[in-house]
Every structure is written in structure tokens, then in C-alpha cells.
């Protein structure tokens, strides 16, 4: 998977790319040829958005970008900084000790999408 961080006034970090990993806990109402797949983003706390992408790696070694241009995905944080201000309908990551803003269900969507993409190709 490929994740671009962007924060409020629309300036991106470099794209990054992540390993996506097998979800070992078992998911009930999946189909037994469905498989979970998730990753993890590194997301600072005052970032707005994240744009993402994924690379299917085939096992004859070819590879394809879904979609094939630019980033597919874009999720809104529900809580970003910007120019001295906290903003969103969400105040978790104003702590000190605040977790990643916003990004958990996009990760979950992310690693379903995953799923039904491979589940299609095969």
C-alpha cells in the first residue's frame, strides 16, 4: 500500500510504502476464499488527510497499481492543526498523549478493499 500524508494547507509528504500483513485474527460473515489483510500508516497528529493506493504483487513476479494513476483513496481527519488552531468535530488529539487522528477506519476500509480486490482476481 502506498500512503501520502498531507496536512491542512494541502502539502503532502513524499509517498511511502508499507508492507500489508494477513490478519491472524479470524472475521466471521467472510466468504472461506476471503482473506484480511491491514497495515499501518505513520500519521502525524496534526496531518488533515491521507491519500492511498495499492500495489497487487502477482505471484509470476508482474505487479499492478490500483488505480493506475495518482491515489484512489482520500480520508479526512476528524481532527487536524492548522495555522496555530486545532479543527474538526473531534477533539481526541488535542492531548498530549493522543493517539493517530482520525485514520483507524480508513486502515480497517483499506484491508476489506484489499480483500475483495484479491478475492476478484482470483
Known amino acids: 500500500m502506498i500512503t501520502q500524508v498531507c496536512i491542512n494547507t494541502g502539502v503532502c509528504f513524499p509517498p511511502e510504502t508499507d508492507e500489508m500483513h494477513l490478519k491472524e485474527t479470524p472475521t466471521e460473515n467472510l466468504a472461506d476464499d476471503m482473506k484480511i489483510f491491514e497495515s499501518w500508516a505513520d500519521v502525524d497528529r496534526t496531518a488533515a488527510y491521507i491519500n492511498w493506493k495499492f500495489v497487487l504483487h502477482h505471484e509470476d513476479g508482474s505487479s499492478i497499481d490500483v ?12 481532527c487536524w492543526w492548522d495555522n496555530g488552531t486545532w479543527g474538526g468535530t473531534d477533539t481526541h488529539c488535542q492531548e498530549e498523549e493522543g493517539g493517530l487522528p482520525g485514520f483507524a477506519a480508513p486502515a480497517a476500509a483499506a484491508a476489506i478493499a484489499m480483500a475483495a480486490l484479491m478475492a476478484r482476481r482470483d
Open 67 to 78: 488505480p493506475e494513476q495518482g491515489f484512489g483513496w482520500k480520508h479526512w481527519s476528524n
